[in-house]
């Protein structure tokens, strides 16, 4: 094993043990080794459940999205009966990818040869391949991928023997069910590129001790720090409530089934490896996270929206909001990024949990996944 594997195991094994009021980050290698990271895309991302977006992008059948997993092409279409599907976009034939972007379609064409497909996968026409003796279409399709709905959000998994994803989350649903997520549309969806390496932007969205001192004019004056509290851990998911200030007029807009505490409080919650949200009862926010390299992720951004009373106006200011928030959160993660590579740094100590406790749990569930790789 290598040296920095090695340092990332020790420390990950440290955790274990770790309390709320004694915990540690993690060592700069964590971050920063391109040989761990190989080992989360093989050992995470292509093997747990994986949020690609909402149900609202392709709501119509023909509708279609395509996006990469790890190193895989992926197509979701919606069919003709409505089911959603998550497919293979690589054409059966020489291995072309088959459709770029999102659009609607009743079939999925090859631009290379005009193989085409059906919604839900099966080759539909293969342009002059009569002759050949050993070809059959009827037999030949798009390999299908394990999907789920929960609340809304699209799932995908590459491991064809992973776990039903619903029945995990029963915890969390009884944290945010009564938001009902799943009625909420997405009236803003977005892709950036940010500099930081996937684990801090896991992090950096899932603790509130930044949220006054980096956020002072944006975040601050909403879900100031001393609101937040933190909640307990599944093996699925971790989190904690962002409180809103009483000094602010709260929406009251929301579902019926809301309680005042939950109208007065936004769930922040993750589904790693992949999922950050921040559920509250008026509008929430999604990002699905998926690593390019140690420095670098790509974000399907989103904001949802419950009801359909929204003017435009009150839409673009909590997307203006969404955008000026995350760029003082780019930014400041662009700087940790060349601050890890620094032979000088060092752990430091966390937060209470209110305030960093989710970052416990969050390495607590990579030491989970990862033990048995690394042999811990």
């Not at 990950?12 to 043990?17: D, G, M, V």
């Not at 999604?286 to 435009?312: A, N």
């Not at 590579?341 to 305030?355: I, M, P, Y």
Request: with cysteine; proline share 6%.
């Amino acid at each position: 094993m290598s040296t920095s594997l090695s340092a990332i195991r020790s420390a990950l094994s440290a955790a274990r043990s770790q309390t709320y009021t004694s915990a540690y980050s993690m060592p700069r290698d964590f971050y920063t080794s391109a040989e761990f990271l190989d080992l989360e895309k093989s050992s995470l991302f292509a093997m747990e459940w994986n949020c690609i977006g909402r149900v609202e992008e392709i709501p119509n059948p023909g509708d279609y999205m395509a996006f990469q997993l790890c190193d895989e092409p992926l197509l979701a279409t919606r069919g003709n009966d409505a089911q959603i599907r998550v497919m293979s976009n690589v054409c059966r034939h020489r291995g072309t990818l088959l459709a770029s972007g999102s659009g609607n379609s009743q079939h999925i064409l090859c631009p290379y040869h005009h193989w085409s497909y059906e919604l839900d996968g099966k080759l539909a026409r293969a342009p002059r391949m009569e002759e050949h003796t050993d070809f059959n279409m009827d037999s030949c399709r798009l390999p299908e991928f394990k999907s789920e709905i929960w609340l809304g959000f699209i799932f995908v998994s590459l491991n064809p023997d992973a776990k039903p994803l619903s029945p995990q989350l029963q915890q969390l649903e009884g944290l945010i069910g009564n938001y009902h997520m799943e009625e909420m549309q997405a009236r803003f969806v977005g892709d950036e590129v940010w500099t930081t390496n996937w684990k801090c932007f896991v992090e950096n969205f899932m603790e509130g001790y930044h949220l006054s001192p980096l956020h002072k004019a944006t975040l601050h004056p909403v879900n100031p720090t001393r609101l937040c509290t933190h909640y307990p851990p599944s093996d699925v998911h971790f989190g904690y409530h962002a409180g809103f200030s009483p000094d602010l007029p709260r929406s009251t807009k929301g579902h019926p089934d809301l309680q005042d505490h939950e109208v007065d409080n936004c769930v922040m919650f993750s589904i790693p490896p992949g999922l950050v949200s921040g559920c509250a009862g008026d509008y929430s926010s999604f990002i699905c996270v998926q690593p390019e390299s140690v420095d670098r992720v790509r974000l399907k951004m989103g904001l949802l929206f419950y009801g359909d009373h929204w003017t435009q106006e009150t839409i673009d200011h909590a997307v203006e909001l969404f955008h000026r928030t995350n760029a003082e959160d780019k930014e400041v993660l662009a700087r940790m990024s060349k601050g890890l590579k620094s032979k000088s740094h060092q752990v430091g100590a966390l937060s209470s949990s209110n305030f960093e406790g989710p970052l416990l749990d969050f390495y607590k569930y990579i030491d989970r996944k990862l033990s048995p790789v690394l042999g811990a």
